[in-house]
Structures are given as structure tokens and as C-alpha cells.
């Protein structure tokens, strides 16, 4: 019929490709552009008032570190705010999964079943919420509410009042305490670069199959190169011996972050090339338009708050770990600070705008600010003060985004 | 005579006491834009419902393509071949274009979805239209004009192969030429052999785009007409009961 050829936004050359990434910006599509700004002021700041300490090896290692369980609760966030919804009760979710856990060790389970149990635990409570808000039609605040509070509870009646008991399991001590060997490291990052050209490959060769034109090629290489480059640098960093004990050498990428990037990247995966992820963003970006195009828009709920509880089980893990300890009030805190980084990261709680990867920065930003203010020797007082404040900067910036991207309809 | 690819005999909806449709006869043929005009309560849209499996009929016959059929489930229209095309169109504002149009069928190859080809048929189905006005296929839905959407969302019908597309107040909410845009769309898509129903309040409208118009009053189907063979007072005097079907004014 007509000659006209409808464009598929992978046209033109690297500059036309970077100027419409401009444009999309600009229009409000910013993704995790602020918190990824807001990471490097931050860094510069720190480095600026803290020269000593701040972009040293064994501060950057505790960082990640700190940052480990902060990130997996926000990516388990990200799978209920997606669609709108909120898990208040993430953080004692995982509390309880890991008190679990301790009491089957406890009773003579080995640790493996044991934390495949804890794990379930966290998935039949993801169930039972997700049940209430799409069967029952209770608000998500509630419910989660409900459990958080309720929680609270079961934590206390299942380890007691108080309870603190020490976890020796080798393999979970070493997750957030043990590094990978420096040449561990490397082979990280190369099976990753492969993996991602593989992909990358894969679906360009698809592309071209159908006729369909690809985006130019240096693109693909400016962004491998630069993953290559950062986590180069990274690895040069923590492969460098940061321990003031000539003796006892600490080297390496610590084994918990590996593992988060091995869950995210899985994790987008789901969402990005799934139908389950597909009809996630759909759900959360138009729910009647979802039911009416067939998507059973209960069972997707029900399966995301149980994504959601899973992951806030691992991030319990993550928690048990670094104490080397359960503990009975476990996850209250930091569950606020989860949905703090997810938002921060550019998860919109309107919901159907996200991505793994944003919350991940998020908490990011998050961590870089208490671990900074407190090389400075600020209080914590002052800590939550300007994380409340980083909070209220980056709900800001998603609703004039909003605002900015209903307007531009009309000048199309 | 062709046989029509929709054709209702007899048909009888009620809601307890209230009798909405009172024995509706009504068909619409490939190729063909027909028009369903009525003043609000006349009963276009539960006609259209029960047509789209939303809402069943209680009684009467309905044949798709000469042949005797029940439609109980928005499923088995689909699987007959029918879309419906609603005024707030159901589409999600942040998934693109493409996303959209497969939404609820996704292409799938190796348990992941399969990019390339939906975006392959979303791009003909497009250009099948003979669509100029949308950039690209991987646009937001959320930076597409009203007249966009609507195109969006008939071209969704396209893409499923359908034999009939029902178009609830296609252009409500579009100013002149969007409404231009949407209309002349329509006339492709009949064009390729699609039956096309259109529900409207707009007579200028359904003068310029339709084929056959058909006037429900009151839960009864007052005139099936051909537009060459009438005129707006005509059927304005249908709408509003000043006219009857025996054509005598009152």
C-alpha cells in the first residue's frame, strides 16, 4: 500500500540515536537519570570532605556491602509498586522467614531445607497478601499494614522477647563477610560481558531476520566498554588489600555482590522479555485495559506479592549474614528505607515506570548518604534528616515527570 | 443478496421489568461501514454488548457469516473474529505502541517474547491503514494525540484478523481533523473486507463514513437505510420518534 515506512526508534546513527535518548529525557522519560546524578554529587561531596576515608578500598567494600541488603528489599519493592501497590510488611516478612529458618536449624534441619523452608514461608506470606488485595479488595496499604504489625508479633512469639541468637552456618557468614579471590572477580565480570553480548547478539541477529533495522554497532560497544571500564575500576579497587592487619589480608569483591547482580539481572529478565513481565507493566500502567485484553490481572497481583516476599526473605538472609545473628525485631526499620530507594532510583509509586536496576542505584544513593554523613561524624539525627529530604526531592521530580510526559501529547 | 457477516433476527434483552431491546433485526456486511444511531436509552450499547459477549441476549437468533451462533463470553467473539473498539479505547499508557497492540497475545519463542516479529506485524498492520501519522512503533502510547490512540486501537483489530470491528463513538473526543484521520482509517479498514460497525451521535459524521445507517428508538429498530438513499432530517426524524418506520410523519 503506502510507501511511508513507520519508524521502530532503532534507525539512524549513534548521534540520532543519543539526541532522541535527549529528547525522551527531556519530555519527562528520565528513568534513573537524577539518581544516577545524585550519586555522583554525592561521591564528589564525600570525596571532597572526607579525602581520607570516603573513595578508600574498605570504605567503597562497605558500601556495597551495606548497600546489599537495602538494594535486594527495594527490587522485592519494585514488583508490588509496579502495579501500584506497597508491601509495608517486606522488611518483617523477611524477619520471620529467617526466624524460621533459625528454629528448623535450630530443631536439627540441615541449613539447606532449612532456608528452602524460610524461603516458602516468605512465598505463602506473598500469597496470602496478594490474595487479599485482588480476591478480597483490600487496599495493599492495609493489608501489608495488617502484617507488618502482626509480624512484629510473630517474630517475638517465634524467637522471644528480645531474641538474638548467633547463626555459624559457614556458607551464609560468608555472604556478606567473605571475598571472592581478585581472579574470581575477573571471571565475574568477563562471563557477564559475554553473557550480555551473547544476548545483545541474539537479538540483533533476530532483528535483522525480519528486516528490521538495528541500532548502530558502536552503540552496543559504548555501552559494554563502559560497563567493562566501571566495573574494571571497581574490581582494581576491591582486589587492592584493605585490611590494616599485615597478616591477615582482605582482598576481593565480596560474595553478596555477585550474587544481588546475579538476582537483578535475572529479575529483569523476567520483566523485560516475559510475558508475566509484560503483562506486569500493564497492569500497573492500565489495569482495565489489561483485564479486557485477556490478562488475568488477579493472578499477576497474587504472583508479584509473592515475588515480592521471596526477595524480602533473601534480603533477610543478607541481614542474618552481616550480624551473624537472627534477630526478633528484624525488618522494621528497614522497610521504609526500601520504598525510600525505589522511588529514589525512579520507580514511580503511580506505578507501570521502573526497573530493577533503579532501585538498585536508589539504594545506592541512600547507603552513600548515611555511610558518608557518618565518616563526618554527623548524627543520625541529621541522616534521616536528609534522606527524608533526598525522598521528598525524588517524588518531586516523578510527579512533575508525569505532569511533563501528559503534556507532550499534545504538541505531537 | 451476500450474506451478511453479522446478522440478528429477533433479538430481546431485558434488564427485570425494563425491555431494552424489543425484538432487534439487524445486519452488517463485509466491506461494508454500518451505522447504529439512536438517541441515549434507544439501546445501542446493549446491542453491542451482547454482540461482544459482554452481555448476552436473552433471546433471538444472531448468525455470523450465515451461520447460527452463540456468543456468551468476550472469548468466543474474539475467536469468531469480532473486536470491539471502546470510546476510552483500553489502551496502557506506558508500554509503547507495539506492546499495546499485542497486548494479551504475545508472539513468544524460547519462553521469552519475541520483539522482532511483533514489531514486524504492528509496523504492517500500521501501513496496512496506510497510517502516516505516528512516528515510530516504539513510541509511548502516553505521547500519542487522541486521533493516535484511536488509530492504536483499530489497528489492534487489524492485527487479530478480525471479520467484524465494533467502534463505540470513535470520534467523541476528536477535534476536526483527527476526526478526518479516524474516519477515512475506518473507510481502509472496510476497504480490506472487514464488516465495520459504528456507533455514533455524530450524523455529519456517520453521512461521510458509513454506508448503511440503522436507527434503534426506543429498543426498537425504527429504519435500516442506505445513506445515498436519505438525508439528516430524515434520520433525525427516526432518532427522535417523529418518524416511523412506515415512513409517515406524525
Redesign the interface.
Known sequence: MSNVKISTGHEGTAKDQITAYFQRVKSGDMGALPAVAALLVLTVIFTAASPAFFLKPINVANLFVQAAELTMLAAAMVFVILLAEIDLSAGVTGGVGMAVFFRLMQAGMNWIPALVLGLVVGAAIGFIIGFFVSKIGVPSFVVSLAFFLGFQGLQLVLLGEGGLFRVDVPPINAIMNENMPPIGGWITLAVALILGLLITGYDRRRRASHGLPNRPYSLVILKYGAIAVIGGIILVVMNVNRSANVFKPIQGVPYVIPITLAILLLGSMVLDRTRFGRHLYAVGGNPEAARRAGIKVAKIRIISFIICSSLAVVSGLFHVSRLGAVEATAGRQIVLSGVAAAVVGGVSLFGGKGRLMHAAIGALVITIISNGLGLLGWDAGSNFLVTGGVLLLAATVDALSRKRSAGSQVRV | MEVPVIELQDVKKSFGPVDVLKGINFKAYAGRVTALVGDNGAGKSTLIKGLAGVQPYDSGTVKFDGEVVTIHT??QA?HLGIEVV?Q????????DIV?NMF????E?KA???????M??QA?KA???L???T???????V????GG?RQTVAIARSVLRQAKLVILDEPTAALGVAQTEQVLRLVRTLADSGVAVIIISHNLADVFKACDDINVLYLGKMVASLKTKETNQADVIGYITGLKTAEGDDK
Request: with cysteine; charged share 25%.
Open positions: 468476550p472469548r474474539g471502546y476510552d479505547l483500553a489502551l496502557c499508557d506506558n508500554l506492546q497486548l494479551g497475545r504475545e513468544i519462553l521469552t517474547l519475541n520483539e522482532a516479529t514489531e514486524l509496523q500500521l501501513e496496512s496506510s497510517v502516516r505516528v512516528k515510530s512503533v516504539r513510541q509511548k502516553s505521547s500519542l494525540s493516535q
